[in-house]
């Protein structure tokens, strides 16, 4: 079983900043992180950043010069560096990654973490 483990939410005044952390841990052949997603009270889940296994990556148009995604592969972490905070930027967010059990494995399964909480007080 895969498990992802988001960190690094909090509290924050508009304009800071705010590193998250995603972990994946488990058995697994293959990792590929997908992105950082949120989900705002009363609204549907979002994608925030993306990256591809080439590591290219890709922004919400609300986010892009704010918001970082990068990834260590060594560790079996994605990161998402958020600067100039908004209290719009306000919401759980979640990282999202597709992994293969085994080298055979014809089809990739879907993880999410739990989530970690981000609010920008204005």
């Known amino acids: 079983q895969v498990r992802l483990v988001e960190s690094g939410g909090g509290l924050v005044q508009a304009g800071g900043s705010l590193r998250l952390s995603c972990v994946a841990s488990g058995r697994f052949f293959r990792l590929n992180f997908k992105g950082w997603y949120r989900q705002a009270p009363g609204k549907p889940r979002e994608l925030v950043a993306g990256i591809t296994s080439s590591g290219d990556t890709n922004y919400a148009d609300s986010v892009k010069g704010r918001f970082t995604i990068s990834r260590d592969n060594a560790k079996n972490t994605v990161y998402l560096q958020m600067n100039s905070l908004k209290p719009e930027d306000t919401a759980v967010y979640y990282c999202?990654?597709?992994?293969?059990?085994?080298?055979?494995?014809?089809?990739?399964?879907?993880?999410w973490g739990q989530g970690t909480q981000v609010t920008v007080s204005s």
């Open positions: 999202n990654a597709e992994t293969y059990a085994s080298r055979f494995s014809s089809s990739a399964t879907e993880n």
